[in-house]
């Protein structure tokens, strides 16, 4: 029994580390914020030179091949730097359907591109304004061609393949899009640095991946994987946020002494650590499960998942209050978090969906 | 125990319902009543433009300051009256609010200690909206610890020059005038070194300076003080008595009652009404239903205290500091309100583009605005402190600046 | 608008108080609570001798006729004294009961004794180990005899008379049972001062009780009422355990000040007092409801009846807490706080059945 | 990373499968598996006649406490293989825990701090069960302020004298020995002038009054001291060190972790599974759905975060005060869970007759004793400030005790 990472894949991390704290500033972040560019193509390029992108694609694939223990950590670091890439749609999602359902053409011919970070893709299922079901995709890809609006794509604005939920005949499918010919415009989200866009397709050229009619199930397995990696990304987040509120704490004078001594405010941080605490592990077995493709993924990427989702939200929540007014300003960097972890509490549907998956996923006897 | 209204509280309430009726600007109804939570947003009008024009209609007819004294520009109405004016007053009273600090906060002041030449002149276009008002206390070192603040007031002759930062000043961009609590001993402990005055906002050495907020907004400013030059005349309360005029100040801060606090309950009851989720229309859903009644059960506790509070005012007690309870309940509820409302919507929850989103984006404007809440004007943790030492009578928790002179006080750098 | 009780009201409240205070000690109490008796004869007694359990009882049927808001005031005192009599069940649910739906004659037999304290009443529904739905009920009501077994009926040990949910023809049906000729076992419960018993009928004679068939709508009715002045008895439990609290950590010292001087145990305190403060208030509004049989009792009542049982729950738990070991033990009161606010959560159904009854009751546009 | 066994693992896994379906009281199975939570019930059966029993078939073939070297009765067995043993030990862990103070706490200070003839002497027989250890720390006017303990020892020769009391001691009924910390020094700082002894439970003038607990259990006691003696040599530690000895006994109680943390989840998930509740069998409402998600993943949070305490005590780590999560999240959890499965019930969720009520009233059995888990061995409170101090490096509160002599210390009386 070991459970813990290697040391390579902490040396892995621990790179990246490095180059998102060199390279991916909060002044790459901002300028993206503020709508200057629409990801940080700079710290896109890095990180393929890094090969971090490429991280668990095989090597066949043009992949290196490390496992998705190694890209686990690599999604902790980009949570916790708020890393303004379309990382997790182009890998977590796109590239996960792809490697989970695409034909061996498909994989050989997209595969390489979003694991050298050359092309950027993304998954478009939401239509409509509610968590969705079946019936709400009226998208249609008929004859080779799709046509329907995606409402909310993230990534969208800067992918440049797509795979869509569509309606085939008597069902659901996953077919796959270049985006070169499709209207798409950009939509306001809590955190405008995931690069929303609602993208129409008229008659747009699109392929099947995978079999006809499993696209409902298809996209639940992706979910699950992908429910992994994004459970480490909001771990990252939590525990910079944890950081932030502690330094702060630590730092800042009321009444005479550090904030940080006063009880209300370390039993605050205490809490947040307990809930980091229990995510952390749980997202450390989740990851287990995802590399060795256990039994039960289903189970461990849900529990990760709500983890995960409470523990960011909670770190990002309440760092905001250690820092009091601060906290609330534009300037300071709290509410980043803020936006960030409720944008990832929803980019997979929402918190109350993965708790019902999760009982869903218990064994009978537990 | 008597919910209906008296025979003349009914007829008070007939005849201002009329005139609301005849006077209000109604072509605001529809924008004011979808406006975002947060900061009013009204298309192709000016909010502060609409706001004064609404104050001096009012005020013309005698419904400005219902309580005030009608030498002030008031109608020296009853506490109750007062209530029954904001109950029909409704979304217009969105207007109103804009005026809150000055009418609510710096009136109160003014009137207890200025002098009745400062009141003739300064309160009637105070509650007329002619001339606005805001507060300067809050300072970027004091944060909670109010009385921790750094800004000097040196005698200089007839006038005091003032120097240092204020912060978290509301409206102060839209003001005249303002009231302003300085330093003018650091030598000796804390509360004892304060100064009140009161101010013109055009002064030389004035520097406003809009703070953007975390939601995008921008309600609150810095205001820069460059030896900014204030006559002794302006101020309120003796020198090193600043401690207990502020106090009359902030004990007004509860007296605004009556008008319905934001909780976000009639939103999400609004939203689940509609929503569909996997089991159905949301608001048959268990989950739903057993958040929606733990919400339901707190804001009603939060009107039905107010009731009681309006009780106490209309036997002429003074509500005291269990009115804390409101905004600590309310900020929270607020919050969960937002998350949960926004989880039952999947990625959707994530649009705030109020063209798109469910109910004009309001939960998503709240979810943004929320963690403002829990800070502004006394932190949860500040509220708790209050209502366990205040009003549960427990003691207080030991002080690292008890006694000490001001510039003795430990402060980190 | 006058959000208050009377004077007069707040009288007869403060010479009930003084009574229970000088008469129903923790000597009373545990007596009960050791087995000693079933329910203290003398506490009983002397609220009759105040003519308490008749205060909302029209004086044609014996009764004081004071209204609901001085029973409201009654029950919230007998709440902070955990009175060990069968007040609850005898005036909140049977004499409910026969003013709500008996007839004439059965309101001329019963409510005067009931009024007079002379006759003790329950109400009897519970048959199996969950929470009565109408398929549950068993007990037969057949040719003027029942027969079956209610599970758990609170005071069911010392009742004299019983209004029971039965099942007659096609439908369930309220029927009154005197019992004089029943089978009754102590049953144990969180709170062993509640007298409960399970009651088996052999052809017990009874009386139909209102019309037939509409058992399961007189009951909820029932239930409406009760849930008010319930509501106020365990409104006054919560106020008291928070006084205890308070007054413990006043005197308490540890680590060289009074641990109420510790942030984490006052900030605990202000949340019991949040609790309280908007559980009183929405019981007001409740009472106001109950006495003027308001058209939105129902919405009313199960308002007050969620924030009472949210306040005491939450007080009765965290005064333990505040007691820290001693609090725990048998010797301290804070116990018995804690089982009783368990079983009024209970009694009437569990909270989750009532949030659901809550929002049934909320109006459409709310 | 890898959860399966290692080869060596496996064989030792099956090594103590076969040796426990051998030998342990299979006659146990059945009323071990269904005992309440709280103390151990097993009709027609003395509990810690069975505990001794199964401790001593245990010892005799190497199985009591395997981390312990061979000399003391122990199997000198790593980390790793003490943990697999917990876990094949699983319901007859129950009785092998009525030792956990004596082997867990009483002999790591022991090892430590007793001459080897004492340890020759004591620790064997600790292992075997033939011989009970309780330990006396906690005193009633100390409660979480553990180094404010009263129960003094003066030298009168080559023994020590004590008179005072001690509380919450576990098991002293049945205990031959017991470690006891005293004050030796009552006019320097508390943490300072404290002494650490063992002692035999049989000596005059000790008096032991079993404390009935609010759940009618009595698992704890009294333990009053008037004049008893104590030899010099039972020592343990230097004159005004006790309260270090102390904390290598309180550390160890950390150490226990590899068996699995009491929750209220399994209990619950069989409840929900069955119950049928008015929308139908309850694990199908989303309300319960929902709430039984959150639990899941704290426990299953707790579970796999012991795994990761147990990989690092496998590479020779000492896990650190982290692990005081553990308590924290399952009190505060088994309570909510316990009122969330009576709430379920409705009036029958108040029985608490085990022949009656679900899942033989084990739920109810929690609601009654989870409020005291949340309080013995470190409050809630107490956690969090070991987790933000030690843990996250926040700065201590302020400490009214701070420097001063331990009778000048504020104390209330």
Chains 1, 3 share one sequence.
Not at chain 1, 154 to 167: C, E, I, K, S, T
Not at chain 1, 199 to 213: E, M, R, V, Y
Not at chain 2, 19 to 36: T, V
Not at chain 2, 332 to 341: C, N, R
Request: glycine share 10%; aromatic share 8%.
């Amino acid at each position: 029994m070991n459970f813990d990472f290697s040391d390579d894949d902490k040396m892995v991390q621990d790179q990246i580390n490095r180059f998102l704290r060199d390279n991916c500033g909060f002044g790459e972040f901002r300028s993206v914020l503020e709508g200057e560019a629409t990801y940080s193509e700079s710290v896109w390029r890095g990180l393929s030179e890094m090969g971090v992108q490429g991280t668990a694609i095989p090597s066949a694939y043009g992949g290196v091949e490390a496992g998705y223990l190694s890209l686990c950590l690599a999604a902790r670091e980009l949570g916790a730097h708020l890393a303004p890439v379309p990382f997790s749609s182009s890998i977590y999602l796109a590239a996960e359907a792809i490697q989970g359902a695409g034909s061996e053409a498909q994989k050989e011919e997209w595969l390489p591109k979003l694991a050298s970070g050359q092309v950027i893709g993304t998954l478009a299922v939401t239509e409509t304004v509610q968590e969705p079901v079946p019936e709400d995709i009226t998208t249609t890809f008929v004859n080779g061609k799709l046509n329907g609006t995606k409402l909310v794509v993230p990534h969208g604005l800067m992918a440049d393949v797509v795979v869509v939920l569509a309606r085939t005949n008597d069902g659901l499918s996953l077919v796959l899009a270049p985006l070169s010919d499709v209207e798409r415009r950009s939509i306001d989200t809590v955190d405008p640095t995931m690069g929303s866009a609602t993208i129409t397709f008229k008659d747009s050229p699109a392929k099947l991946l995978g079999q006809p009619h499993d696209g409902w199930s298809v996209l639940s397995t992706v979910y699950n994987r992908a429910a992994v990696m994004f459970a480490f990304e909001q771990l990252g987040g939590a525990e910079r946020a944890l950081d932030m509120a502690v330094g702060y704490a630590k730092e800042r004078f009321a009444f005479g002494r550090p904030i940080g001594s006063f009880q209300a405010l370390k039993h605050m941080m205490a809490d947040m650590y307990v809930a980091l605490k229990l995510a952390e592990s749980n997202c450390y077995y989740a990851a287990w499960a995802l590399q060795n493709d256990s039994d039960d993924l289903a189970l461990a990427a849900a529990t990760a998942r709500v983890s995960a989702t409470q523990a960011f939200q909670l770190c990002s929540r309440d760092n905001i209050q250690v820092h009091g007014g601060m906290g609330f300003t534009w300037e300071y960097d709290c509410h980043l978090y803020y936006r960030r972890s409720n944008y990832l509490t929803l980019v997979l549907g929402g918190l109350s969906a993965w708790e019902d998956k999760l009982v869903s996923a218990l064994p009978d006897a537990a | 125990m008597e919910f209906s209204d008296t025979k003349e509280e009914a007829a008070f309430r007939v005849e201002i319902r009329t005139w609301i009726d005849n006077n209000a600007p109604d072509y605001l109804f529809e924008p004011l009543s979808s406006s975002g939570f947060g900061s009013i947003q009204i298309d192709g009008f000016d909010p502060m433009a609409e706001a004064k024009q609404w104050q001096k209609t009012k005020a013309e007819a005698g419904w400005a300051c219902l309580q005030w004294p009608k030498d002030y520009g008031g109608r020296g109405a009853t506490p109750i009256e007062s209530v029954i004016w904001n109950q029909e007053e409704g979304v217009y009273g969105q207007l109103s609010r804009m005026f809150i600090i000055g009418q609510g906060m710096c009136a109160p002041t003014m009137m207890t200690f200025a002098s009745e030449d400062q009141k003739q002149r300064y309160l009637p276009k105070l509650a007329s909206g002619e001339e606005v008002w805001c507060q300067l206390f809050s300072e970027p070192h004091g944060g909670s610890d109010l009385a921790g603040l750094r800004t000097r007031a040196e005698k200089d002759g007839d006038d005091w020059v003032i120097n240092g930062q204020k912060i978290w000043t509301s409206g102060a961009q839209h003001s005249d005038f303002g009231i302003l609590i300085t330093r003018t001993d650091p030598e000796v402990p804390k509360h004892r070194g304060l100064t009140m005055f009161f101010l013109d906002m055009k002064s030389v050495g004035i520097d406003i300076r809009p703070i953007k907020q975390a939601n995008g907004d921008s309600g609150f400013n810095e205001v820069y003080f460059d030896n900014v030059r204030i006559p002794d005349a302006q101020r309120l309360g003796e020198v090193g008595e600043g401690w207990k005029v502020s106090l009359t100040t902030l004990m007004n801060e509860r007296l605004a009652i009556g008008g319905s606090i934001t909780t976000g309950f009639p939103e999400i009851k609004e939203l689940v009404d509609q929503l569909r989720i996997a089991s159905g229309t949301a608001i048959n859903d268990p989950a739903v239903r057993s958040k929606l009644a733990d919400w339901y059960a707190k804001s009603a506790g939060l009107k039905n205290t107010a009731a009681r509070a309006i009780s106490a005012l209309s036997k002429g007690e003074t509500p005291g500091p269990e009115n804390s309870i409101g905004k600590l309940v309310a900020g929270g509820m607020m919050q969960d309100i937002a998350k949960f409302s926004l989880d039952l919507q999947g990625l959707s929850g994530a649009i705030v583009d109020p063209e798109i989103a469910a109910g004009s984006a309001r939960l998503q404007a709240m979810l943004m605005r929320s963690p403002a809440v829990r800070i502004e004007g006394g932190t949860d943790q500040i509220l708790r402190n209050i209502i366990s030492e205040r009003v549960l009578g427990l003691p207080e928790d030991m002080r690292a600046d008890k006694g000490i002179p001001f510039n003795k006080i430990p402060s980190g750098n």
